[in-house]
């Protein structure tokens, strides 16, 4: 199983940019699926996810502001991030739960990463 990412780059405060992160290979069942971002010397913090039957959950800091889609038939979710600010400055990495076909539980996956940054 693998996460491909795509998107990201750098953007004015107060503007908008989404992700998208695809999950391909062998899979059996996609459990849940979310973005996780890590910030220069911080820790990598979930900012957004959703589980196949579509709960969402978000951090409080960007409530209002990112929405978490997903289209269960590509395997693929999407982040649309607008009024963006300097502190969302970081690499947002792309996660999935996923039973695969080899397996009888879900792993965990992580997408390579892509750096977004706001900056005027």
């Known amino acids: 199983v693998q996460l491909v990412e795509s998107g990201g780059g750098l953007a004015e405060p107060g503007g908008s940019q989404g992700l998208s992160c695809a999950a391909s290979?062998?899979?059996?069942?996609?459990?849940?699926m979310g973005w996780y971002r890590q910030a220069p010397g911080k820790e990598r913090e979930l900012v957004a996810s959703?589980?196949?039957?579509?709960?969402?959950k978000y951090a409080d800091s960007v409530k209002g502001r990112f929405t978490i889609s997903r289209d269960n038939g590509k395997n693929t979710i999407y982040l649309q991030m607008n009024d963006l600010k300097p502190e969302d400055t970081a690499v947002y990495y792309c996660?999935?739960?996923?039973?695969?076909?080899?397996?009888?539980?879900?792993?965990?996956?992580w997408g390579q990463g892509t750096q977004v940054t706001v900056s005027s």
């Open positions: 996660n999935g739960k996923i039973t695969p076909r080899t397996a009888w539980s879900p792993q965990d996956y």
């Open positions: 290979g062998s899979i059996l069942y996609v459990v849940v």
């Open positions: 959703i589980t196949n039957g579509g709960d969402t």
